[in-house]
């Protein structure tokens, strides 16, 4: 159990955009990072920068005064490090150096102003790290304030990055000007979407010579239309189909700024520039063929974690694993869970699998193999709270430490497969059961079977059984092999407990048989 004097090393994280300036206060905890505050403040730094080329002095008055306070914020969890980045409207800005000297003098916050590319890169690593892309290619886009960022990549690789000069405050001070309360005539969207189409053209055609699978949009533009496309289409996750894109921009260009910021779903205080972002995003979908846009809450400064722990903890950040395997082990590790044994009860669970897919014992397949190691690996994490009822309190953190690269219903099937690792077996009246789909209802049952065995054969902690494997032996009966490399009765005494549920969920009877040397070592 972590104690106060447990060493922990806090970093303050800055993303001062065009838009806004958003801050994560990090703790890094055994070398897991545990995000401790989140903040976001609407500063609009670019406001009045696209025509004159200069930051004005109002906005860095209040860029300047929210840096201070989360300053301060950082300050309050004691002393750490700090990594503040600025994007394009002070990299585009012709007095940039005398805000950040005003930024170093009033905030203490020594700013570092990223390329574009380098920005790019930065929300790709956010928002991959979030993701679950398997051998996908996916196309990143970022719509900010000044600027919109381009990555095509894997889950571990960039492909291509770049930023164009096309943001949703400077498209709309481009076409709206300073006023921006009267409906936008439709001959004035039809040219922001021409303006967008000549910028981008380059992009484009090397986007399509690379080819995507998937596509995904970052910021608070996206955000927005996302959560405005799912009032419509009832789409919980907030993707962006482009009818529906389309169908929103015209009734919102319809609209004076009053209308729009009553526009239902939307943020008011985006309800003047929205528009011209949606210029960006429906042209883009148009140009790429895109027809349907998932979205993301995560970002650059999300990057700037996953960049920051890639330089000063790659052994502990494991930067060769996969968005699932990084967050079910940092959920582990949070919880301060035996390691060692979750890690053998995954192998355990794996081969069981594995084996008893050859002997006909079910037809899962290789995501549903996926998600019982991973309820594996946290089947116990609830011991982190009380050992008493501890499937309990593991079935609940499951399912409430937003695991990233999952969707709902496979965090709902890991978090029911550990719940039932012991005790009960599943049935239709238990709240965590009933909440699932009759086809996810099938999965657990034989998950949380082959977890419950897989337990058994590690019931000393010891790591006595070194394999186990499944062996059809006739049509009503599977023997068990198991090799172990020492004494183990009383994980033998923990399988005969399983006899029954075994014949309920496989109609089978289960016979095991113990080899006293592993089958490499007989051999």
């Given at each position: 159990?972590?104690?106060?004097?447990?060493?922990?090393?806090?970093?303050?994280?800055?993303?001062?955009?065009?838009?806004?300036?958003?801050?994560?206060?990090?703790?890094?905890?055994?070398?897991?990072?545990?995000?401790?505050?989140?903040?976001r403040e609407m500063v609009r730094l670019g406001e009045g920068e696209f025509g004159g080329g200069e930051l004005q002095p109002e906005a860095m008055d209040r860029c300047v005064a929210v840096c201070r306070r989360f300053r301060d914020l950082v300050r309050s969890y004691g002393d750490g490090e700090i990594v503040a980045v600025a994007t394009s409207a002070t990299r585009d800005a012709a007095n940039q150096m005398r805000f950040l000297a005003r930024l170093r003098?009033?905030?203490?916050?020594?700013?570092?102003?990223?390329?574009?590319?380098?920005?790019?890169?930065?929300?790709?690593?956010?928002?991959?790290?979030?993701?679950?892309?398997?051998?996908?290619?996916?196309?990143?886009?970022?719509?900010?304030?000044?600027?919109?960022?381009?990555?095509?990549?894997?889950?571990?690789?960039?492909?291509?990055?770049?930023?164009?000069?096309?943001?949703?405050?400077?498209?709309?001070?481009?076409?709206?000007?300073?006023?921006?309360?009267?409906?936008?005539?439709?001959?004035?969207?039809?040219?922001?979407?021409?303006?967008?189409?000549?910028?981008?053209?380059?992009?484009?055609?090397?986007?399509?010579?690379?080819?995507?699978?998937?596509?995904?949009?970052?910021?608070?533009?996206?955000?927005?239309?996302?959560?405005?496309?799912?009032?419509?289409?009832?789409?919980?996750?907030?993707?962006?189909?482009?009818?529906?894109?389309?169908?929103?921009?015209?009734?919102?260009?319809?609209?004076?700024?009053?209308?729009?910021?009553?526009?239902?779903?939307?943020?008011?205080?985006?309800?003047?520039?929205?528009?011209?972002?949606?210029?960006?995003?429906?042209?883009?979908?148009?140009?790429?063929?895109?027809?349907?846009?998932?979205?993301?809450?995560?970002?650059?400064?999300?990057?700037?974690?996953?960049?920051?722990?890639?330089?000063?903890?790659?052994?502990?950040?494991?930067?060769?694993?996969?968005?699932?395997?990084?967050?079910?082990?940092?959920?582990?590790?949070?919880?301060?869970?035996?390691?060692?044994?979750?890690?053998?009860?995954?192998?355990?669970?794996?081969?069981?699998?594995?084996?008893?897919?050859?002997?006909?014992?079910?037809?899962?397949?290789?995501?549903?193999?996926?998600?019982?190691?991973?309820?594996?690996?946290?089947?116990?994490?609830?011991?982190?709270?009380?050992?008493?009822?501890?499937?309990?309190?593991?079935?609940?953190?499951?399912?409430?430490?937003?695991?990233?690269?999952?969707?709902?219903?496979?965090?709902?099937?890991?978090?029911?497969?550990?719940?039932?690792?012991?005790?009960?077996?599943?049935?239709?009246?238990?709240?965590?059961?009933?909440?699932?789909?009759?086809?996810?209802?099938?999965?657990?049952?034989?998950?949380?079977?082959?977890?419950?065995?897989?337990?058994?054969?590690?019931?000393?902690?010891?790591?006595?059984?070194?394999?186990?494997?499944?062996?059809?032996?006739?049509?009503?009966?599977?023997?068990?092999?198991?090799?172990?490399?020492?004494?183990?009765?009383?994980?033998?005494?923990?399988?005969?407990?399983?006899?029954?549920?075994?014949?309920?969920?496989?109609?089978?009877?289960?016979?095991?048989?113990?080899?006293?040397?592993?089958?490499?070592?007989?051999?």
């Amino acid at each position: 159990m972590e104690t106060l004097e447990t060493p922990r090393r806090t970093v303050g994280l800055f993303d001062i955009g065009t838009n806004s300036v958003r801050l994560s206060v990090v703790q890094i905890r055994d070398g897991a990072p545990v995000v401790v505050n989140q903040q976001r403040e609407m500063v609009r730094l670019g406001e009045g920068e696209f025509g004159g080329g200069e930051l004005q002095p109002e906005a860095m008055d209040r860029c300047v005064a929210v840096c201070r306070r989360f300053r301060d914020l950082v300050r309050s969890y004691g002393d750490g490090e700090i990594v503040a980045v600025a994007t394009s409207a002070t990299r585009d800005a012709a007095n940039q150096m005398r805000f950040l000297a005003r930024l170093r003098e009033e905030a203490d916050l020594d700013v570092r102003v990223v390329s574009g590319r380098e920005e790019a890169r930065l929300i790709y690593l956010g928002v991959a790290s979030g993701l679950h892309l398997g051998a996908a290619r996916g196309l990143f886009v970022d719509i900010g304030g000044g600027s919109t960022e381009l990555v095509v990549g894997t889950q571990h690789q960039h492909e291509y990055l770049d930023t164009l000069k096309l943001g949703a405050i400077r498209v709309s001070s481009l076409f709206q000007g300073k006023d921006r309360r009267a409906p936008i005539p439709e001959g004035t969207y039809r040219d922001m979407k021409q303006y967008v189409r000549d910028a981008s053209v380059r992009s484009v055609q090397r986007i399509r010579a690379l080819g995507v699978d998937r596509a995904f949009g970052s910021s608070g533009t996206l955000l927005n239309l996302g959560e405005i496309c799912s009032l419509r289409t009832g789409d919980p996750d907030r993707r962006i189909p482009l009818p529906c894109l389309r169908e929103v921009l015209r009734d919102l260009r319809g609209l004076d700024l009053e209308g729009r910021r009553r526009f239902p779903g939307i943020q008011p205080e985006r309800a003047d520039i929205l528009v011209g972002g949606g210029a960006i995003v429906e042209t883009l979908m148009e140009e790429l063929d895109i027809p349907l846009l998932e979205t993301s809450d995560r970002s650059l400064r999300d990057g700037l974690l996953v960049d920051y722990l890639a330089r000063t903890a790659p052994e502990a950040w494991g930067a060769d694993l996969s968005a699932r395997e990084r967050s079910v082990l940092q959920l582990g590790r949070t919880c301060h869970f035996d390691e060692p044994h979750a890690r053998h009860i995954a192998q355990r669970a794996a081969e069981l699998f594995d084996t008893g897919r050859e002997a006909r014992l079910h037809d899962l397949g290789d995501r549903e193999r996926e998600l019982l190691v991973y309820a594996a690996l946290l089947h116990d994490i609830g011991m982190f709270l009380s050992f008493s009822n501890h499937h309990t309190h593991t079935h609940y953190l499951i399912r409430n430490a937003e695991l990233l690269g999952f969707d709902q219903t496979e965090i709902q099937i890991m978090a029911a497969t550990a719940y039932y690792h012991r005790k009960k077996l599943p049935r239709r009246k238990h709240p965590q059961f009933a909440e699932l789909d009759e086809l996810s209802q099938g999965k657990v049952r034989v998950l949380c079977l082959l977890l419950r065995l897989a337990e058994s054969l590690d019931r000393s902690h010891s790591g006595v059984v070194r394999s186990a494997r499944f062996r059809e032996a006739g049509r009503r009966r599977v023997e068990l092999e198991l090799y172990a490399s020492g004494e183990c009765q009383l994980e033998l005494w923990g399988l005969s407990g399983h006899q029954e549920a075994f014949r309920e969920v496989f109609k089978k009877d289960l016979v095991s048989r113990l080899f006293p040397t592993l089958r490499s070592e007989a051999s």
